[in-house]
């Protein structure tokens, strides 16, 4: 198993986000967290991503217990994160932004190449690469947020709610996008509020609600409890 969630417990002073959460992502596959608003969704990707520190549990990367890692040095074993929000270098221009996710061991080595796949998978990215990254639209700019993460060459890509203010339009390129990435064999944890999108992209995918994980296992499975059509599709 790629990454191995056990029993993480998350909190912000006294006040608990994530429970005793457990969940995996295997090599290559697309695992998606949903949930309501507030239920820990970014919080746990965050945690994964070195960003914030778990109270309790064990975060393991391919066997590697990450509270051994420096939350600098996760990305050099092969994670990188899609913010929310994309948190883009606004006053930088499209490439500078690009570059900063390939400035570690292999991913330096192979940043040319890397920035070609980039540029091949969003051809206006080429095109607008010397315009400051502030100037683009919301669509553009979730562009390079995952341009910057494919940068890094990771092995586990995390997407923290990547259709979030973007057009219906949009947000189909950025499924289709997400759908060739995993093609690669990338293996991808999603924190999606597009239940819908996201149940049709995953391999597995688990509910949280409350800071607990509550459900877990294939889409389809999953589908076929009343309880979660109704609650996240609006199906009774």
Not at 88 to 108: C, D, K, P, Q, W
Not at 222 to 236: D, F, K, S, V
Request: glycine fraction near 12%; aromatic fraction near 4%; proline fraction near 4%.
């Amino acid at each position: 198993m790629l990454l191995e969630v056990r029993h993480l417990a998350i909190a912000y002073g006294d006040a608990i986000a994530v429970w005793d959460a457990t969940l995996d992502v295997g090599d290559g596959e697309v695992v998606a967290v949903i949930g309501p608003n507030g239920a820990g969704k970014s919080t746990l990707i965050n945690a994964v991503a070195g960003l914030l520190r778990w109270r309790a549990g064990e975060l393991r990367l391919d066997g590697l217990d990450l509270a051994t890692v420096p939350p600098h040095l996760i990305c050099g074993h092969g994670i990188a994160l899609v913010p929310e929000g994309r948190r883009l270098f606004t006053h930088m221009s499209v490439e500078e932004n690009l570059e900063i996710g390939g400035y570690r061991g292999l991913a330096r080595r192979t940043r040319l190449q890397t920035l070609e796949r980039v540029y091949g998978m969003f051809p206006i990215l080429r095109e607008r690469r010397r315009q400051l990254a502030g100037a683009l639209s919301g669509g553009q700019q979730q562009m390079v947020a995952l341009g910057r993460a494919l940068m890094a060459t990771p092995r586990l890509l995390l997407l923290d709610e990547p259709s979030l203010g973007l057009a219906p339009a949009v947000v189909e390129q950025m499924f289709e996008t997400i759908r060739a990435i995993h093609d690669e064999g990338v293996a991808i944890l999603l924190v999606e509020q597009n239940v819908a999108r996201a149940l049709e992209i995953a391999d597995r995918a688990y509910v949280l609600e409350e800071g607990r994980v509550v459900a877990g296992g294939p889409p389809s499975a999953l589908l076929l409890e009343a309880r979660i059509r109704q609650a996240y599709l609006g199906i009774r």
